[in-house]
T-cell receptor, first 119, second 113 residues
Framework: AQKVTQAQTEISVVEKEDVTLDCVYETRDTTYYLFWYKQPPSGELVFLIRRNSFDEQNEISGRYSWNFQKSTSSFNFTITASQVVDSAVYFCALSEMSGNNNAGNMLTFGGGTRLMVKP | EAGVAQSPRYKIIEKRQSVAFWCNPISGHATLYWYQQILGQGPKLLIQFQNNGVVDDSQLPKDRFSAERLKGVDSTLKIQPAKLEDSAVYLC???????????FGPGTRLLVL
């Protein structure tokens, strides 16, 4: 069974600080996708990134960066120079790719990390 | 490109009443999902459609929840009768295919009194 753990339930930082959100996952599959979504107070889940299990290259997109390490089953997310607009709940999620292609793609979410960025 | 649309955005009902939520996916997306998100938790999949067929409804409480996607586009999720523990946000998502990224709608916040 697949499982995603986000140990940090809440993080508070001051604007311009860097912050890292941790994500640890469990899966028996060798092929899977990992995701990060942002959920602002409006409630909509906003897609940030998808990474497949064969690609361990770190990725940077503006102030966002992701560190994927299969050896520790982690997919951490760093925001550099945080801003008030980054305040939201962030979810890490896992999707296994094996088995029936039509039944695939069920997302298993972690419990989320609430990030508060204070001015 | 228009995103996933959901209505209503908010709904308050009393227990034992029925309620229905509507979802219109992104144009061209064959796969549609309904998730339940209880306050303070991550979303949990209720049901997945591929076109107008059900792919996975193993976590749908079928004694009170039902969903349909008759023409393979819009979908409706119904709860009848509602219980207090059904208070949650109901999120609809769609993807181009079963292995593609899911994009979410704004959700419907349900409060059962």
């Amino acid at each position: 069974a697949q499982k995603v753990t986000q140990a940090q339930t809440e993080i508070s930082v001051v604007e311009k600080e860097d912050v890292t959100l941790d994500c640890v996952y469990e899966t028996r599959d060798t092929t899977y996708y990992l995701f990060w979504y942002k959920q602002p107070p409006s409630g909509e889940l906003v897609f940030l990134i998808r990474r497949n299990s064969f690609d361990e290259q770190n990725e940077i997109s503006g102030r966002y960066s992701w560190n994927f390490q299969k050896s520790t089953s982690s997919f951490n997310f760093t925001i550099t120079a945080s801003q008030v607009v980054d305040s939201a709940v962030y979810f890490c999620a896992l999707s296994e790719m094996s088995g029936n292609n039509n039944a695939g793609n069920m997302l298993t979410f972690g419990g989320g990390t609430r990030l508060m960025v204070k001015p | 490109e228009a995103g996933v649309a959901q209505s209503p955005r908010y709904k308050i009902i009393e227990k034992r009443q029925s309620v229905a939520f509507w979802c219109n996916p992104i144009s061209g997306h064959a796969t549609l999902y309904w998730y339940q998100q209880i306050l303070g938790q991550g979303p949990k999949l209720l049901i997945q459609f591929q076109n107008n067929g059900v792919v996975d409804d193993s976590q749908l409480p079928k004694d009170r929840f039902s969903a349909e996607r008759l023409k393979g586009v819009d979908s409706t999720l119904k709860i009848q009768p509602a219980k207090l523990e059904d208070s949650a946000v109901y999120l609809c998502a769609s993807s181009f295919g079963t292995q593609e990224t899911q994009y979410f709608g704004p959700g419907t916040r349900l409060l059962v009194l």
